[in-house]
């Protein structure tokens, strides 16, 4: 083999030492699969090889399929077909791995008699984040070695584990700082034996009642998930069914799954996540500005929220107030929340004491002096943030990047009010934002690029999934957001009840519908911008002014008096709703379901149309990954533009249309976008695709 192919294969001591070099990330494509398996054949012919020891090149062992070869013709040899040649070797093959064995990568490794792993490893099966399940005998070979009920864990929630804890639970033979040393040592060890057996029987699945309990857990958080409900049917195929048996379970999921328009959507998740990391306009080679220390202004619930994400991702943060009361009082609710999550188990002491080590409280503006990034999370007051930012520019060093958390108002409005408005930007956070994962990153009219990169880059640090937006008032996901509240509030004017909005859109797949979330973030919050903005919205301020706040104050469109969060129809509400309908002159109806999910809908996706017409949004499919990331959209609808292709571009201009006729809201009319893809027979999808070629 030339040096220039993926795997190269050499003989020393009585080991073939077998090397993937597929950069970046040694991906299984057809060259490694064929390459691989040749390898393993050689060495089986070889008298020579005593053992095997697999092995990659760079900083990761394999993660997963070449995702180039994702739709077109399969090339052989399958991946299963290289995985038997490993499993089958007369000969101990032992797996070095050096990084991440993620999906196809993993499933490699469980071809092999052992594994030994770097410490820094991460070991998965990520497949239902691609709407699929491990295809290449994943789902009977980890079962068979470490118990259903864990391994159904590692599948369904499709996030690696480390090095330590896959040792614990027999996944990885050993550890080692340097892998390939112990893992030859380990081959020869294996050599001089009896060749160790890939677990095929019955003898390690645990008990059948323990894997139930863990199943019936797992589908209820993952309702309508095909892919996590295949993941659930193949591993209990290990307890009714030989392994070749259980085997042929796994390729018919995964054959149907491939064709699934529910898991065509989460694929497209997928891709869409990682097109929206690549910003759009950004002159070639624009390097972020290095950040070791942050500021976050106001210690409200935001704000102490956005601390943690600092402190999460190891990023000294200061936390400033205006008074030393609010200044504790938010330090003791960032406190809290660490606290809670150590009695949940999910952090250590000794980790929650190191975070809270980073966030260092502070009165007064001056304490971000010395802040390479200072995020101010404020009131949405205009004038009060202008007054920030008019002081900022004086107080914080050149190069510092001035971050707005602003949920709608106009970034480029706030960096005029400073004398550097090339280092002013959005990075909108979501609350809870220490839970959240989306981050929206406002470009304004005279951001840098090398300022609007470090945003990007420091929201990855921080674990979120951030997507560049223009100005406009909401930026993307509020201002969609704001036409399906708008329609909300007519749909209960025209007849329908709130707990008949709340379970279409529940019906779709939202966990919560407009009015069960409005109740639990508090109704005050939107009458004070309505206040602010001149905005009405009947049925919202009548509840309001009535005192109906919301959970707060156990009464908001539903009646909260049983426990304080169990929402249960009010006639009272009915009482205020049936008044604003009868001071609008409204005849009010019976509304169906499906009609209330369209209107709920459709003009939202009319007006994620206007944002791509307009340039705020780059591609269809970073308003997906917003709406995905912020707003709870099922993941298994795709997001609304993807939806939208689904269900027919044409059917939306015309029901767009009639809804338009029958309110007398001309800003319900399509798209002139939407109206051309239409007439064209396009999609959004094929939109995206033009501009990424």
Known sequence: MTQQEPVTSSVEDGIALIRIANPPVNALSAAVR????????????????????VAAEGRTFIAGADISEFGKPPVPPSLPETIAALETLTKPVVAAINGAALGGGLEVALGCHARVAAPSAKLGLPEVNLGLLPGAGGTQRLPRLIGAAPALKIMAEGKPIAAKEAQGNGLVDEIAEDVLPAAKALALKLAGGALPAVPKDRANLGAREDFEEAAAAI???????????????????????????????????????????RSAALRHVFFAERAAARIPGLPKGTAPRPVAKAAVIGAGTMGGGIAMCFANAGIPVTLIETTE????????????????????GSLAEDAKAKRMGLIEGKVGLEAAADADLVVEAVFEEMGLKKEIFGKLQEIAKPGAILATNTSYLDVDEIAASTTRPADVLGMHFFSPANVMKLLEVVRAKETAPDALATAVEIGRKLAKVPVVSGVCYGFIGNRMLARRTAMAERLLIEGARPEEVDAALN???????????????????????RQATGKKAPVADALVEAGRLGQKTKKGYYDYSSDGRTGAPDPEVVAIIERVSAEQGVTRRAIPREEITERLLFPMINEGARILEEGIAARAGDIDTVWLN????????GGPMFHADQVG?????????????????????????LVRLAEEGSSFAALDEKAAA
């Open 630 to 637: 912020g707003y709870g959209w099922p993941a298994w609808t």
């Open 219 to 261: 589908l209820k958080r993952n309702p309508n998930n095909p892919s996590v409900e295949a993941c659930v049917d193949a591993v209990r195929a290990c307890f009714d069914k030989p392994f070749e048996e259980g085997l042929a379970v796994e390729r018919a999921h995964f054959t149907r799954l491939r064709d699934d328009p």
């Open 325 to 344: 009361e609010n200044l504790q009082r938010g330090l003791e609710r960032v406190e809290g929340n660490y606290a809670t999550s150590v009695k949940r």
């Open 507 to 529: 019906a779709f797949g939202f966990r919560m519908g407009p009015f069960a979330m409005g109740d639990l973030a508090g109704l005050d919050i939107g009458w004070r911008i």
């Open 649 to 673: 571009l044409k059917h939306i201009v015309e029901r767009l249309r009639g809804f338009s006729a029958a309110c007398g809201d001309e800003s319900l009319m399509p798209a002139a976008l």
């Open 34 to 53: 064929g390459g691989l398996k040749r390898a393993v054949e050689a060495a089986a012919a070889d008298p020579a090889v005593r053992a095997v020891v």
